[in-house]
């Protein structure tokens, strides 16, 4: 046999190693109750759909799924006790869209939500409303935005609009 060939065949036994690794790993989780942070504080929607979520995955895995609200800084703390977790399945981020937003307002956050987390499931949605007062000129989000910006040079730097 060729040292090519004997490569190919190393690299080939390696790899159905791995995967057969990989394969009891996944068949032996979980190991260990299962922690779902939420980045709420407890009695909102987020929080109840957590806990129905965990009630019925913890039925369904015969093992204690546990709700943990750790609210602050837009998400941000939630999502670095999950980042930090060893990457096992056993911590869960339960968050909302607003994670989006973790880039434009955080200057330097500790971890990138593109790279260190990884989506799931869509587990809800719920609509949002833009409601002005009935005094304000416009009928549609253009409307709005057109007022709003001609609003905001008019008004002064210490105004609470700005």
Avoid: W
Wanted: proline share 7%; charged share 15%.
């Amino acid at each position: 046999m060729n040292i090519v060939r004997k490569a190919g065949v190393a690299l080939a036994m390696a790899m159905s190693l791995a995967a057969a690794e990989r394969a009891a790993a996944q068949q032996d989780y979980p190991r260990r109750p299962i922690m779902m942070v939420l980045p709420f504080e407890p009695g909102g929607g987020s929080d109840l759909l957590a806990r129905i979520l965990a009630q019925k995955l913890a039925e369904q895995m015969g093992i204690p799924v546990v709700v943990a609200n750790k609210p602050g800084a837009n998400g941000n703390i939630a999502a670095e006790t999950v980042v930090r977790a060893t990457a096992d399945g056993h911590t869960l981020l339960f968050h909302t869209s607003a994670i989006a937003l973790t880039p434009a307002l955080t200057s330097k956050p500790s971890y990138d939500v593109l790279k260190d987390l990884v989506p799931v499931a869509l587990t809800g949605s719920s609509p949002l409303v833009l409601i002005v007062h009935a005094s304000v000129p416009t009928h549609t989000i253009a409307e709005f935005v057109r007022y709003a910006i001609r609003l905001h040079g008019r008004l002064r730097p210490q105004s609470r609009f700005c």
